[in-house]
């Protein structure tokens, strides 16, 4: 599995940016993916992530509202879209997956390290 986000940038707050997170040799039937980010000092989090054990999508307090996660199966690519921006998003956003999970998007948003496959990160800076 290889994964590979973009999308990336300086932005000022409120502004918006696209994510993409283009994957190879994911599972179409059965995976989790999901997007998450570090800010400098702090721990990996995870924003938004689903899982084919559960089906629907979860998102982080922060996120809800504001942030959109779809996936195109056929180009076997996810998107994070970025709305409303605020300086606190400033950070390296991560996609993420896992094969044959056993629990939802819940779960693994809230433990990163339940994921197998990660990609290199994206910079996203939020600032005026």
């Known amino acids: 599995v290889q994964l590979q986000a973009s999308g990336g940038g300086l932005v000022q707050p409120g502004g918006s940016l696209r994510l993409t997170c283009a994957t190879s040799g994911v599972t179409p039937d059965h995976y989790a993916i999901g997007w998450f980010r570090q800010a400098p000092g702090e721990e990996r989090e995870g924003v938004a992530c689903i899982s084919t054990e559960s089906g629907s999508t979860f998102y982080d307090d922060s996120a809800k509202g504001r942030f959109t996660m779809s996936v195109d199966s056929a180009k076997n690519t996810v998107f994070l879209q970025l709305n409303s921006l605020k300086p606190e998003d400033t950070a390296v956003y991560y996609c993420?997956?896992?094969?044959?999970?056993?629990?939802?998007?819940?779960?693994?948003?809230?433990?990163?390290?339940?994921?197998?496959?990660w990609g290199k990160g994206t910079l996203v800076t939020v600032s005026s």
């Open positions: 993420g997956s896992r094969r044959a999970p056993y629990y939802s998007g819940t779960f693994y948003c809230a433990y990163p390290n339940g994921m197998d496959y």
